[in-house]
């Protein structure tokens, strides 16, 4: 994935930087004719109409590869609010929401299963789990 991602902004870079250059080497053409150019008020067929041309197909092709690569569904994910559809339950330690997926940190404690955010949270709670269930640890002697 990375491979791609680095081919395919060498490949952006590299045409940008083609373009640029066809441009400017244009331009360097443009001293001789100027006087034409100064007073040109119509919409011209020009080196820019062949950037502009030339970057639509480009942005064409990264919004193509975006589309057929999951982007729509990525987009989906990041504009889903939390608990919207998934059953989200409250990380004890930090508070934070936290989704019971298999991956999730988790730990079974008195026939309750705790899922955390993390694996300091998932260590902060079994370092003392009374503290964060509402119940206040046994103190010794009491
Ligand atoms: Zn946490």
Redesign the pocket.
């Known amino acids: 994935m990375s491979l791609y991602l680095l081919a395919v902004s060498y490949a952006a870079m590299a045409l940008a930087g083609f373009l640029i250059g066809g441009a400017f080497q244009l331009l360097g053409l443009v001293p001789t004719n100027h006087h034409v150019a100064v007073f040109e008020t119509q919409p011209a067929w020009n080196y820019t109409t062949f950037l502009d041309l030339a970057f639509l197909v480009l942005m064409a092709l990264l919004a193509w590869r975006f589309v057929t690569t999951g982007g729509l569904e990525m987009l989906r994910v990041h504009a889903r609010r939390p608990g919207a559809d998934a059953k989200l339950v409250q990380?004890p330690?930090?508070?934070?929401s936290?989704d019971p997926a298999p991956a999730a940190e988790q730990i079974d404690y008195e026939g309750e299963t705790y899922y955390?955010?993390?694996e300091?949270?998932k260590e902060t709670f079994s370092k003392d789990p009374g503290r964060y269930i509402g119940r206040p640890k046994t103190a010794p002697g009491a």
């Open positions: 990380d330690v930090c508070g934070m936290v955390f955010c993390s300091g949270c």
